[in-house]
């Protein structure tokens, strides 16, 4: 049974700073690419990273590009977002999930297990 738990949202003025982290448990960790999506309430859900199964390849969505940066641990079977200069626009729901391969995917067809998610609001 595959388990993916999110952490580290809140609340935080815009301009700061938020670091999200996902453990995994089920599978072995780094052999599947992981990613970042967020969802706002009646919004289809919004590719945020990605990177590959060995953390070699990442993928961002353009908006996030120069602020937000993907890792992984893979010794501890943990994906990170690090999320600076936040803006109002970034309230959501953020989801972790765990694709089907190991390559960098950015639709979310592509990944098969998600977590529950963590709430992020940004106030200005």
Do not use: H
């Amino acid at each position: 049974q595959v388990q993916l738990v999110e952490s580290g949202g809140g609340l935080v003025q815009a301009g700061g700073s938020l670091r999200l982290s996902c453990t995994a448990s089920g599978r072995p960790f780094s052999n599947y690419a992981m990613g970042w999506f967020r969802q706002a309430p009646g919004k289809v859900r919004e590719f945020v990273a990605v990177i590959s199964g060995s953390g070699g390849s990442t993928s961002y969505a353009d908006s996030m590009k120069s602020r937000f940066t993907i890792s992984r641990g893979n010794a501890k079977s943990t994906l990170y977002l690090q999320m600076n200069r936040l803006k109002p626009e970034g309230t959501d729901v953020y989801y972790c999930a765990q694709a089907y391969g190991s390559r960098v995917q950015i639709a979310s067809v592509e990944y098969l297990y998600w977590g529950q998610g963590t709430q992020v609001t940004v106030s200005s």
